[in-house]
C-alpha cells in the first residue's frame, strides 16, 4: 500500500487516524506526525469537546490503537487534514489565505504590469472582458495595479473552471476518483442549505466514499496536469511582459521577487500556486462539511456591475473603500468561501473506535464559516484625484475624490 506524502506544513501528516482526530484541536498544525511507543497513551479529548466542556473520554493505549486501525501503515494511509471535522478550521484561516498570497505573488513575477490591450490575442480578450466589460482600461492601468488585479482574478477562473467547480470532470485522477465525480456533480450541486435526511446522507456518504478512494488510491488530482493547463493558458500574456510597448518607469511596479542565479522562479512559483490549490480542491471535496466556493454574487449571479454591500461575505480589496456602500463593483478579486455544516452534537467516541466521524452531528443549514468575497469597487473613479476640479464645468459632471491606499512592498501583501 502506497504510503501518502506529508504536506510541508505536516497539516496532513497524520490527520486520518483516531488519535489526530480526537487531538486535531489541541495541538498546533505543524506540530510532527505523532508515532506510536509502548506503554503511551493517547488523549481522546476533541476541540469540539473543550468547546462544550465536556469530560475527556478514556485514553486509547497502544494496544487500543493497533486494534482499530490494524497498524501503524494503515493509520499513515488515512493521513490527510480534509477528513478531521476541524478541516474546516484549517481551509479558512490557513489554506485560502495561503494560496490568494500566491495568486499575487505568481501573477507579480510573470505578468506585465501593463499590458497593450491591442497586443492580445481575440481569444484572452474574450476571456478578460467575462471578468470586467473594462478589462482593456484595466491592462493599460499599470499605475493602480489594475492589470495586475485583472490577472489575478483571471487566474482565480481558470483555476474554477479547472479544479474547484463541480462540473469540472477531466481533474480526476483514476477510474475510482472519476466515478465518484459522477454523483458528486449531479447531486452535489442540488443539495439545499438545510439539515434534512438527504443532506445528511449525501455528505457522510461523500466523505465517507472519499476517504477508502484516498486509501486505495492517493491524491484525488494530478498537479502537472493543472500546472500545464495554467502555463497554455497564460503564455499568449506572459510573453508580453518584457515588450517595449509595456515598458513602465516606476521602479516599485516592478517585480518584487529577484530570482537567484540558477533557479527556476516560475516553476517554483506555479509549483507552489498548484498545491496550495489542490489542498484547497481536496478539503472541499473530503471534508465532511459543506464548503462552496461563489464565483458570483449570491443575489444577483454577476461577476461584475452589481451592488458592492460591504459585510460578513463582501469586502473591498481596498479596506479604506469598504465606505463606499452602494456603488458598482469592477469585478471580483477574490471569490467567497462559505462552508455549511456547524457541528451541533458531540458524542464521545468509544475506546479504540476509528469512525471517530460518525460521532459529529453537522447542522447543513447553518453557514459555519465565511470567507469574504474581495472585489474592486469604482475603481478608476476613486483614482482621479486632482482631477475632478479640473473636470468641471460646462458639459462635465464633478467626479468623486480618489481614495489611494499605501502601497505594497512584500509580494504577499495586496496589490493596491
Same mark, same amino acid.
Given at each position: 500500500?502506497?504510503?501518502?506524502?506529508?504536506?510541508?506544513?505536516?497539516?496532513?501528516?497524520?490527520?486520518?487516524?483516531?488519535?489526530?482526530?480526537?487531538?486535531? *484541536?489541541?495541538?498546533?498544525?505543524?506540530?510532527? &506526525?505523532?508515532?506510536?511507543?509502548?506503554?503511551?497513551?493517547?488523549? *481522546?479529548?476533541?476541540?469540539?469537546?473543550?468547546?462544550?466542556?465536556?469530560?475527556?473520554?478514556?485514553?486509547?493505549?497502544?494496544?487500543?490503537?493497533?486494534?482499530?486501525?490494524? &497498524?501503524?501503515?494503515?493509520?499513515?494511509?488515512?493521513?490527510?487534514?480534509?477528513?478531521?471535522?476541524?478541516?474546516?478550521?484549517?481551509?479558512?484561516? #490557513?489554506?485560502?489565505?495561503?494560496?490568494?498570497?500566491?495568486?499575487?505573488?505568481?501573477?507579480?513575477?510573470?505578468?506585465?504590469? #501593463?499590458?497593450?490591450?491591442?497586443?492580445?490575442?481575440?481569444?484572452?480578450?474574450?476571456?478578460?472582458?467575462?471578468?470586467?466589460?473594462?478589462?482593456?482600461?484595466?491592462?493599460?492601468?499599470?499605475?493602480?495595479? $489594475?492589470?495586475?488585479?485583472?490577472?489575478?482574478?483571471?487566474?482565480?477562473?481558470?483555476?474554477?473552471?479547472?479544479?474547484?467547480?463541480?462540473?469540472?470532470?477531466?481533474?480526476?485522477?483514476?477510474?475510482?476518483?472519476?466515478?465518484?465525480?459522477?454523483?458528486?456533480?449531479?447531486? *452535489?450541486?442540488?443539495?439545499?442549505?438545510? =439539515?434534512?435526511?438527504?443532506?445528511?446522507?449525501?455528505?457522510?456518504?461523500?466523505?465517507?466514499?472519499?476517504?477508502?478512494?484516498?486509501?486505495?488510491?492517493?491524491?484525488?488530482?494530478?498537479?502537472?496536469?493543472?500546472?500545464?493547463?495554467?502555463?497554455?493558458?497564460?503564455?499568449?500574456?506572459?510573453?508580453?511582459?518584457?515588450?517595449?510597448?509595456?515598458?513602465?518607469? =516606476?521602479?516599485?511596479?516592478? =517585480?518584487?521577487?529577484?530570482?537567484?542565479?540558477?533557479?527556476?522562479?516560475?516553476?517554483?512559483?506555479?509549483?507552489?500556486?498548484?498545491?496550495?490549490?489542490?489542498?484547497?480542491?481536496?478539503?472541499?471535496?473530503? =471534508?465532511?462539511?459543506?464548503?462552496?466556493?461563489?464565483?458570483?454574487?449570491?443575489?444577483?449571479?454577476?461577476?461584475? $456591475?452589481?451592488?458592492?454591500?460591504? *459585510?460578513?461575505?463582501?469586502?473591498?480589496?481596498?479596506?479604506?473603500?469598504?465606505?463606499?456602500?452602494?456603488?458598482?463593483?469592477?469585478?471580483?478579486?477574490?471569490?467567497?468561501?462559505?462552508?455549511?455544516?456547524?457541528?451541533?452534537?458531540?458524542?464521545?467516541?468509544?475506546?479504540?473506535?476509528?469512525?471517530?466521524?460518525?460521532?459529529?452531528?453537522?447542522?447543513?443549514?447553518?453557514?459555519?464559516?465565511?470567507?469574504?468575497?474581495?472585489?474592486?469597487?469604482?475603481?478608476?473613479?476613486?483614482?482621479?484625484?486632482?482631477?475632478?476640479?479640473?473636470?468641471?464645468?460646462?458639459?462635465?459632471?464633478?467626479?468623486?475624490?480618489?481614495?489611494?491606499?499605501?502601497?505594497?512592498?512584500?509580494?504577499?501583501?495586496?496589490?493596491?
Amino acid at each position: 500500500m502506497p504510503q501518502n506524502k506529508k504536506s510541508k506544513d505536516g497539516r496532513s501528516a497524520s490527520s486520518g487516524s483516531t488519535l489526530d482526530q480526537s487531538t486535531a *484541536g489541541a495541538s498546533d498544525a505543524a506540530s510532527p &506526525s505523532p508515532s506510536v511507543v509502548p506503554d503511551q497513551t493517547f488523549p *481522546g479529548k476533541s476541540w469540539a469537546s473543550i468547546i462544550e466542556g465536556e469530560s475527556a473520554p478514556p485514553t486509547m493505549t497502544k494496544k487500543d490503537h493497533l486494534k482499530a486501525f490494524g &497498524s501503524e501503515d494503515e493509520m499513515q494511509s488515512w493521513a490527510h487534514g480534509a477528513f478531521l471535522s476541524t478541516s474546516v478550521h484549517d481551509l479558512h484561516l #490557513k489554506i485560502w489565505d495561503d494560496l490568494s498570497a500566491q495568486i499575487q505573488f505568481f501573477v507579480k513575477l510573470v505578468f506585465p504590469p #501593463k499590458c497593450i490591450w491591442n497586443l492580445l490575442d481575440e481569444n484572452i480578450k474574450a476571456q478578460l472582458l467575462a471578468i470586467s466589460p473594462r478589462a482593456a482600461e484595466f491592462c493599460e492601468d499599470p499605475e493602480y495595479r $489594475g492589470c495586475w488585479l485583472l490577472f489575478g482574478a483571471w487566474i482565480w477562473h481558470i483555476l474554477h473552471e479547472n479544479l474547484f467547480s463541480l462540473d469540472c470532470r477531466d481533474k480526476w485522477s483514476g477510474a475510482e476518483w472519476a466515478a465518484f465525480g459522477c454523483p458528486r456533480q449531479s447531486l *452535489g450541486g442540488h443539495m439545499e442549505n438545510e =439539515s434534512n435526511a438527504k443532506t445528511h446522507a449525501y455528505h457522510a456518504d461523500r466523505h465517507n466514499l472519499a476517504r477508502n478512494i484516498y486509501l486505495r488510491q492517493g491524491p484525488h488530482t494530478c498537479p502537472e496536469r493543472l500546472k500545464r493547463i495554467i502555463m497554455l493558458a497564460i503564455k499568449p500574456v506572459v510573453v508580453f511582459r518584457y515588450h517595449d510597448e509595456n515598458s513602465v518607469s =516606476s521602479s516599485d511596479l516592478l =517585480s518584487d521577487h529577484e530570482p537567484e542565479p540558477n533557479t527556476k522562479p516560475f516553476e517554483n512559483a506555479l509549483s507552489e500556486m498548484v498545491e496550495l490549490a489542490i489542498e484547497a480542491d481536496f478539503n472541499i471535496v473530503a =471534508s465532511p462539511h459543506d464548503t462552496r466556493i461563489e464565483m458570483h454574487d449570491p443575489e444577483t449571479g454577476k461577476n461584475h $456591475g452589481f451592488v458592492f454591500k460591504p *459585510g460578513p461575505s463582501m469586502e473591498a480589496h481596498m479596506p479604506s473603500h469598504n465606505e463606499y456602500s452602494g456603488m458598482p463593483v469592477d469585478f471580483i478579486v477574490r471569490p467567497m468561501l462559505r462552508t455549511y455544516g456547524q457541528v451541533k452534537h458531540v458524542h464521545l467516541p468509544s475506546q479504540g473506535d476509528p469512525n471517530y466521524q460518525r460521532n459529529h452531528a453537522y447542522d447543513f443549514g447553518h453557514c459555519e464559516r465565511t470567507k469574504p468575497m474581495e472585489v474592486l469597487v469604482n475603481h478608476f473613479v476613486f483614482h482621479e484625484q486632482g482631477q475632478s476640479t479640473e473636470a468641471s464645468g460646462p458639459g462635465h459632471e464633478p467626479r468623486s475624490i480618489a481614495i489611494r491606499g499605501k502601497r505594497p512592498h512584500l509580494a504577499n501583501d495586496k496589490l493596491d
